[in-house]
């Protein structure tokens, strides 16, 4: 079982965090949803999801969890603006874990400054920043380069989740379950609607 960490803001794209989220879940990771407090709810953009964070980005390091997933919508511009999940998302890339971002997602890779001479994609409104930042834009549904895996639209989300999980399961064995050294938490689908 490997340990996911998701980063979320304000007005997130639903889909982009629900799909892969229960996808991880469904295979037996365990998943963390991050934000900047913990407790504080976060707001879906289409108003389908609202989650309460697990935990603050005060309380997590990269070396706590084997990947981090960044969905899309105006949560990653948030983020860009927090240097705390900025630097939390360089660790990963400079650990050589894997960093997926899907949609607006690829905003937090130029802002780490991960995405210099890597292959990505991503909704297209995007696609000068990460070329200005020297990315390689393609138009695909999925890219993979190095620890990055971006993808361009909810549409593309299945490629996306499947990429994630082909990339946790060739890491091998992972770290046994922490789950009785971590307090108790409620996951989001058994927590009642705020």
């Given at each position: 079982?490997?340990?996911?960490?998701f980063i979320?803001?304000n007005?997130?794209?639903d889909s982009?965090?629900?799909?892969p989220?229960?996808?991880?879940r469904?295979?037996?990771?365990e998943?963390?949803?991050?934000?900047?407090?913990?407790?504080?709810?976060?707001?879906?953009?289409?108003?389908?999801?609202?989650i309460?964070p697990d935990t603050?980005?005060?309380?997590?390091?990269?070396?706590?969890?084997?990947?981090?997933?960044?969905?899309?919508?105006?949560s990653?511009?948030r983020l860009?603006?927090?240097r705390r999940?900025?630097?939390?998302?360089?660790?990963?890339?400079?650990?050589?874990?894997?960093?997926?971002a899907?949609c607006?997602?690829?905003?937090?890779?130029?802002?780490?400054?991960?995405?210099?001479?890597?292959t990505?994609?991503s909704?297209?409104?995007?696609?000068?920043?990460?070329?200005?930042?020297?990315?390689?834009?393609?138009?695909?549904?999925?890219?993979?380069?190095?620890?990055?895996?971006?993808s361009?639209?909810?549409?593309?989300?299945p490629a996306?989740s499947?990429a994630?999980l082909?990339?946790?399961?060739a890491m091998g064995?992972?770290?046994?379950?922490?789950s009785m050294?971590?307090?108790a938490?409620n996951?989001l689908?058994?927590r009642?609607?705020?």
């Amino acid at each position: 079982m490997a340990r996911v960490a998701f980063i979320v803001a304000n007005d997130f794209e639903d889909s982009e965090f629900r799909e892969p989220y229960e996808r991880l879940r469904r295979a037996g990771h365990e998943v963390t949803v991050i934000g900047s407090e913990a407790g504080t709810p976060i707001q879906g953009k289409k108003g389908k999801e609202k989650i309460v964070p697990d935990t603050s980005i005060d309380r997590v390091s990269p070396s706590d969890y084997d990947a981090l997933v960044i969905p899309g919508g105006y949560s990653p511009d948030r983020l860009r603006m927090d240097r705390r999940m900025v630097d939390f998302t360089r660790g990963f890339f400079d650990e050589g874990k894997p960093v997926a971002a899907v949609c607006h997602a690829p905003w937090m890779l130029v802002e780490a400054g991960i995405a210099r001479d890597r292959t990505v994609t991503s909704w297209p409104s995007i696609r000068t920043d990460l070329v200005n930042a020297g990315a390689r834009w393609v138009d695909q549904e999925v890219v993979e380069d190095g620890p990055l895996i971006t993808s361009r639209k909810p549409e593309d989300l299945p490629a996306f989740s499947a990429a994630i999980l082909h990339r946790l399961d060739a890491m091998g064995p992972r770290r046994p379950d922490r789950s009785m050294d971590m307090p108790a938490t409620n996951s989001l689908s058994e927590r009642p609607a705020i």
